[in-house]
C-alpha cells in the first residue's frame, strides 16, 4: 500500500511540475492543483495509512489509523480547493484583458 | 486574561464580517474599519503589557489540551510583532481611506485587509505548525485579492506570479508538515521541541528543517525565491505594498526564527552555513536590483529584498547579540519601509508618475514628505543618528565576533550601496531642478499618516535605550524554549483540570 502510495505522490508531483513550467497559465494552474493532491495525498500517508481501518476507535478499542493526518487533509483540500478557484477567477480577468493564457505575451512587468 | 491572546485574531475577523454586511454604507464601513484597527492596536498594547509583567500566555482553544489541541501563544516575541504589525496596519489603514477610490472601499477592501491583519497576527501567536500553514493561507489568500485589487494588467499579473509561487510553497510546506508528522508523531511546537531535545539521531530532520526553512524563505523573499516580490510589492496599492513590505515578509523571518529557536535547537549548526549563504545572496541581489531601478516603487521592493538579506544573515549568525541585531533591524524595516512607501505613494499622487526621472525639486512644494522620505532613507541606510545605524552596526559587529569576516565586510560594504540608491532616489525626486509641473495636491490623511511613522522612527531613536533593552529581553527568552514548553504545558494541565471539573 506504501509503495502505491508513494509512486501515486511521485507521479502527481512530476506532472504537475511538468505543467507548472508550461507557458499557457491555465496549464500551469492544473498542475498547481495536482501539485497539492500530490502534498495532501503524503500527509495522508504520513499517518500509518493502511487499507480499512478506521480513522475512529469503535465499541471496544480494536485497530484504527490515526485520525489527525485525515482531519489535516481536510483542512489542506479546503484550502487549496479556494486558492485554485480564485487562481482560475484571476487568470480569466488577466484573460478578459489582455486575451491571452499565454504568460509570454502577458508579461509587462521585468526587471 | 487568557483571552487577551485571542482578541487580536479576533477582531480583525469580527471587523472583517462586519464591514462585509454593512453593505454600501461607505461612511459606516470606514468608521468600524478604523475602530476595528484600533481596537486591535489597543489589545495588542494590553497583551504585550500582560506578557511583560506576567510572562508567556497561553490559551488553550476549544478546552482540547495540547499537544492534541491548537494552542496560541504570546511570549514575548510574538506579542512584540503583534503590536509592531497592528501598528503599521493602523497606519496604512487610515492612508487607505485618503488613497482607495470610494467604490474600492464600498466593495471589499476593508475585509480583506482586516482577514489579512488576522492572518498575520494568527501566525505570529500560533504555537501550532499546521495551524500556522492555515494562517498563512489566510493571509496570502487576502494579499494576493489586494495585490490585483485595482485591477490593472499588471497588478493581475502580478498577483498571478505571486499566487503562483506561494502555492508552490504551501504544497512543500504540506509535506514539511507530512514528514514531520510521520517522524515525531505531534504538531505542537512546544511537545516537537519536548521530543526533538531528546533525540539521540536526527534521522531526517535536517531535511525537513531545511524545507521549512525553503518555504519561510519564499515568504521572506530569500534567494532563490525572491522574484516575486519587486513585482507584487511595486504593484500592489501603495498602502498594501506599504503592509507587504514592511509586515508580511517579516512573517517569514518571524517563522524561521520561531522554528530555530524552538523546535530544531540541536539542529541549528546544521543548517547554519545554507542560511548564511542564501542571506549573502540575497543581500547582493537586493542592492543590485534597487541600483538598476527607475520606479521608485520598484526601486523600494528590491530594497526590502536587500534588507531581508541583513535580517536572515542575523539570523544565521546565531550569537545573541546577532539575533538582538536582526531583531532591531526588523522593527527598523518594518517602520522605515512602511512610511517609504507611503510617502513615494503621496509623491506618485501628486505627480502622477511612478518614474523618478519625471520628478524632481519636490522639496520646495512638499517639505514635510521630503523630511520624512529623508527620515527613513537615512533610517533604511543607516545613517548614524536613527536607530537603523545600531542595527547594522550591532550586526557586522556580531558577524566579526563570530568569525564570519567576509560576511562582515559584505554587509558593510552592500550598506554603502544602500546609501548609495536610496540617497540617489531623494535626491532625484526631491532635490535636483524641479520639472516644474503643477502638482495634483494628495488627500491630507496620507500625508499625515507617513508623518505619524516618521515621528515614531524618531521618537524610537530617542528611546533606542529602552527598545534594546526590551529586545534583548526578547532575546533572553528565545535561548530559553524550556521556559516556553513548560509554559505551555502548564496551561495544558490547566486545561484538562478545569474541564474535568464539572463532572
Known amino acids: ?111 | 486574561m487568557k483571552t487577551l491572546v485571542v482578541l487580536p485574531v479576533l477582531i480583525p475577523l469580527a471587523t472583517a464580517i462586519v464591514t462585509i454586511f454593512l453593505g454600501r454604507s461607505l461612511r459606516g464601513k470606514i468608521l468600524v474599519s478604523l475602530v476595528g484597527g484600533g481596537a486591535t492596536f489597543a489589545s495588542a498594547l494590553l497583551l504585550l503589557r500582560s506578557v511583560w509583567s506576567w510572562g508567556t500566555v497561553v490559551h488553550v482553544m476549544g478546552s482540547w489540551s495540547p499537544p492534541f489541541g491548537i494552542i496560541l501563544v504570546a511570549d514575548l516575541l510574538s506579542s512584540g510583532m503583534v503590536l509592531l504589525s497592528s501598528g503599521v496596519a493602523l497606519v496604512a489603514l487610515c492612508y487607505s481611506v485618503g488613497y482607495v477610490d470610494e467604490e474600492g472601499q464600498r466593495l471589499a477592501y476593508h475585509p480583506l485587509f482586516h482577514l489579512l491583519m488576522m492572518g498575520i497576527h494568527g501566525a505570529f501567536l500560533t504555537g501550532d505548525i499546521f495551524n500556522l500553514f492555515v494562517f498563512f493561507e489566510i493571509l496570502l489568500i487576502s494579499s494576493y485579492a489586494l495585490v490585483a485589487f485595482a485591477g490593472e494588467d499588471y497588478q493581475l499579473e502580478a498577483s498571478l506570479k505571486y499566487a503562483t509561487i506561494n502555492l508552490i510553497a504551501s504544497a512543500v510546506f504540506l509535506l514539511a508538515v507530512g514528514g514531520l508528522y510521520g517522524v515525531m508523531g505531534t504538531l505542537n511546537m512546544a511537545d516537537l521541541s519536548l521530543k526533538i531535545g531528546g533525540l539521540q539521531e536526527p534521522g531526517p530532520l535536517p531535511t525537513l528543517f531545511l524545507l521549512f526553512i525553503a518555504v519561510f524563505g519564499v515568504k521572506a523573499s530569500l534567494f532563490p525565491f525572491y522574484f516575486w516580490l519587486p513585482d507584487a510589492h511595486s504593484s500592489a496599492p501603495t498602502p498594501i505594498s506599504a503592509m507587504l513590505s514592511g509586515v508580511l515578509i517579516k512573517v517569514g523571518a518571524y517563522s524561521i526564527l520561531r522554528i530555530s529557536s524552538v523546535i530544531f535547537v540541536p539542529l541549528r549548526p546544521d543548517v547554519q552555513d545554507w542560511i548564511l549563504t542564501l542571506a549573502a545572496v540575497t543581500m547582493v541581489v537586493g542592492a543590485c536590483g534597487a541600483l538598476a531601478q527607475s520606479d521608485v516603487k520598484r526601486l523600494l521592493a528590491y530594497s526590502s529584498v536587500g534588507q531581508m538579506g541583513y535580517i536572515i544573515l542575523g539570523l544565521g549568525i546565531g550569537t545573541p547579540l546577532a539575533w538582538v541585531s536582526t531583531l532591531l533591524f526588523i522593527v527598523n524595516h518594518a517602520l522605515c519601509k512602511a512610511m517609504l512607501f507611503l510617502t513615494a505613494g503621496v509623491v506618485i499622487e501628486a505627480t502622477g508618475t511612478r518614474e523618478m526621472g519625471g520628478m524632481g525639486g519636490l522639496a520646495r512644494q512638499m517639505p514635510w514628505t521630503a523630511g520624512a522620505f529623508l527620515i527613513g532613507t537615512m533610517g533604511i541606510a543607516g545613517v548614524p543618528p536613527l536607530f537603523g545605524f545600531f542595527a547594522k552596526f550591532l550586526l557586522i559587529q556580531a558577524a566579526l565576533e563570530a568569525g564570519h569576516g567576509f560576511l562582515a565586510a559584505l554587509a558593510a560594504g552592500l550598506a554603502i550601496v544602500t546609501l548609495w540608491y536610496l540617497f540617489a532616489a531623494w535626491q532625484q525626486i526631491f532635490w535636483r531642478e524641479g520639472s516644474g509641473r503643477a502638482l495634483h495636491p494628495a488627500p491630507r490623511l496620507m500625508k499625515g499618516s507617513g508623518l505619524v511613522l516618521a515621528g515614531v522612527i524618531v521618537v524610537g531613536t530617542i528611546f533606542l535605550n529602552p527598545l534594546v533593552d526590551f529586545l534583548q529581553a526578547v532575546e533572553a527568552q528565545l535561548r530559553q524554549p524550556e521556559a516556553y514548553v513548560t509554559a505551555v504545558f502548564r496551561e495544558a494541565q490547566h486545561a484538562t483540570a478545569s474541564t474535568e471539573e464539572p463532572k
Open chain 1, 1 to 111: 500500500m506504501t509503495t502505491l502510495l508513494a509512486i501515486t505522490i511521485g507521479v502527481l508531483f512530476g506532472t504537475g511540475a511538468f505543467l507548472v513550467l508550461r507557458r499557457n497559465a491555465l496549464k500551469v494552474i492544473i498542475g498547481l492543483s495536482l501539485i497539492s493532491h500530490g502534498a495532501n495525498l503524503l500527509l495522508v500517508a504520513s499517518g500509518g495509512f493502511a487499507g480499512n481501518r478506521p480513522p475512529i476507535i469503535g465499541p471496544g478499542g480494536g485497530v484504527y489509523v490515526d485520525p489527525l493526518p485525515q482531519a489535516l487533509v481536510l483542512t489542506a483540500i479546503v484550502i487549496s480547493f479556494g486558492m485554485t478557484a480564485f487562481l482560475v477567477v484571476l487568470l480569466y480577468r488577466l484573460y478578459q484583458r489582455t486575451g491571452t493564457v499565454d504568460m509570454d505575451q502577458i508579461r509587462r512587468l521585468r526587471g
